[in-house]
């Protein structure tokens, strides 16, 4: 099977095309032909070696995929020609490859109505918004909440499915970029190199930050007092709140089944669409990764073997 892999940490460049045995699944896992897998920050982040875990070398990077059932080990609650995606944990990974064997407990059926590439696009991104929105900072309608990086993977999805919930959505992102936040569902655009949310906001029930970094700060300041804010980009513990009389959370994004049918039940009831999609050949991996490190892709970059 091809794979990109890298033999080093390092720049894009160490992302390197490569032939590997085909798998065979054990007991309850399948054999995934992967039709789709899509490039998230957390890639680059493994591939520099900033990221929170370690994985032995030569690793294959990639978390989200979509793709067809080939084979199934014994045990296997599914059948060759599901149609499936999945999201890997983040001790494993290996989805920048034709071929993936998957825990089948892991894996969902793919929803009908969306492609291989529109459902990779959509697998983490989706797991996390919810995620965030739903089971940390349990937004609920009427609540005003701002989305941090709205224009990114996880912040449009995090806008629509906020706007779905009946929330008013403030979000952040270049000036460029606002009539894609306005179609995303977003009420207020914010640029944030120029605004001082302390004084455009300040009244936020709830923040969703999806940089972190220079960002959290402001996140603090637009809330109001008793107000709670959520943290994707900052590591693996929540940022010490910088003012006093609100709370600090870090979503735990754990993968299942459960969490990735109920994804696809957000998809079926219209609560969002897929983002805007650039999509490259597997093999153009390093040039992803240049594009996604450089730190202003709108939607998703989602890679075809």
């Known amino acids: 099977m091809l794979v990109i892999e890298f033999k080093e940490y390092g720049a894009p460049e160490v992302l390197k095309p490569a032939e590997r045995p085909d798998p065979v699944p054990g007991a309850g896992e399948v054999l995934v032909e992967i039709h789709a897998a899509s490039v998230n920050a957390a890639d680059w982040k493994v591939r520099r070696g900033k990221a929170m875990q370690k994985h032995a070398l030569p690793h294959v990077p990639g978390r989200d995929f979509s793709g067809v059932v080939v084979a199934c080990g014994e045990g296997a609650d599914l059948k060759v020609g599901d149609e499936v995606f999945g999201v890997s944990p983040q001790d494993k990974e290996g989805a920048y490859a034709s071929h993936i064997v998957f825990a089948s407990e892991l894996l969902a059926l793919k929803p009908p109505s969306l492609s291989h590439v529109e459902t990779a696009a959509m697998a983490l991104t989706g797991l996390t918004a919810m995620v965030g929105l739903e089971d940390t900072l349990a937004v609920t309608a009427g609540e005003k909440v701002l989305i941090q990086g709205g ?125 805007e999609i650039e999509e490259m050949a597997l093999t153009e991996a390093a040039r992803a990764h240049t594009e996604s490190e450089a730190g202003h892709v709108r939607g998703k970059i989602v890679l075809v073997p």
């Open 151 to 275: 224009a990114g993977g996880v912040g449009g999805m995090a806008i629509q499915l906020a706007h779905h919930l009946g929330c008013h959505v403030a979000a952040t992102a270049r000036s460029e970029n606002h009539g894609y936040l306005r179609q995303m569902g977003a009420d207020l655009c914010i640029d944030y190199r120029e605004a001082d949310l302390a004084e455009v906001l300040g009244d936020r029930d709830a923040v969703y930050d999806c940089v972190g970094g220079a960002t959290v700060p402001g996140s603090f300041a637009a809330l109001r007092p008793g107000g709670r804010a959520a943290f994707i980009g900052s590591g693996a513990t929540a940022p010490e709140p910088t003012r006093e009389g609100v709370t600090s959370l870090r979503p735990a994004v754990t993968r299942s089944r459960e969490r990735l049918e109920r994804v696809v039940a957000h998809t079926i009831a219209g609560a969002w669409a897929p983002p």
